[in-house]
Each structure stands twice: as C-alpha cells, then as structure tokens.
C-alpha cells in the first residue's frame, strides 16, 4: 500500500514560482502529476522515473515545470515557474502500482488502480 501526501499549494500571483511536495509512504516507481482545472478534466502534468533519470512534461507546462524526486527521502517535487493564470487547479500526485515507461501516463492516462494524493490547491492570480 502507498500512501501520497501533497504539500505546497497556495495562492500565487501571475509569473510567480511555488514548489510542491509529495511524500509517500512505501514503494513507488515512476511518479507523475496530474492537475484538475475548474471545469476541465484531469490532465497530466509530468512524470520522473524512480531514480530520477528520465522526465516527461506536458506540452502546457514543459519549459516552465521541473519534476523532480529525492530517493532518500521517497518524495517527488514540482517546481512551478513562471504561473500562468490557466495553471489555478487541485494538482495531485499519482503512483503507479507496477514499472511503466515514464511517457506512459501522459500517452494513456492514469491506469485503474493507481495511488493518488488528496490534492494541493494551487490558485493563480492576474
């Protein structure tokens, strides 16, 4: 069983920065996030292998999101630059429960099973 606790959200302005957390309890392997925007669906946002070696983004967020994981301390980050107002949404970690490739949620979804977090809030203002 994995657990995902997010951390890290808040208000931020328009070109600001903010970083979130999520630390998990037990074993994980390629992570991802995913954000619900009001009145969208749940899009995914970027995935990192389990050492850290390999990353995936999203085409709205590539060049101004960094995911990245401390193996020690079984916690992964996403440091968010330069916020947009389109990037206000509930951002949540997702934990696959077996290996895939590290594009595989961004090309297929979340697969049925998969370990989520609460969510943090992220709300961006202009």
């Known amino acids: 069983q994995v657990q995902l606790v997010e951390s890290g959200g808040g208000l931020v302005e328009a070109g600001g920065s903010l970083r979130l957390s999520c630390a998990a309890s037990?074993?994980?392997?390629?992570m991802s996030w995913f954000r619900r925007s009001p009145g969208k669906e749940r899009e995914f946002g970027a995935s990192i292998t389990l050492r850290g070696d390999a990353t995936y983004y999203a085409d709205s967020v590539k060049d101004r999101f960094t995911i990245s994981r401390d193996t020690a301390t079984n916690t992964m980050y996403l440091q968010m630059s330069n916020i947009r107002p389109e990037d206000t949404g509930v951002y949540y970690c997702n934990a696959p429960k077996v290996i895939r490739a590290v594009q595989a949620s961004a090309v297929a979804g979340p697969f049925e099973g998969d370990y989520w977090g609460q969510g943090t809030q992220v709300t961006v203002s202009t």
């Open positions: 037990g074993r994980t392997f390629t």
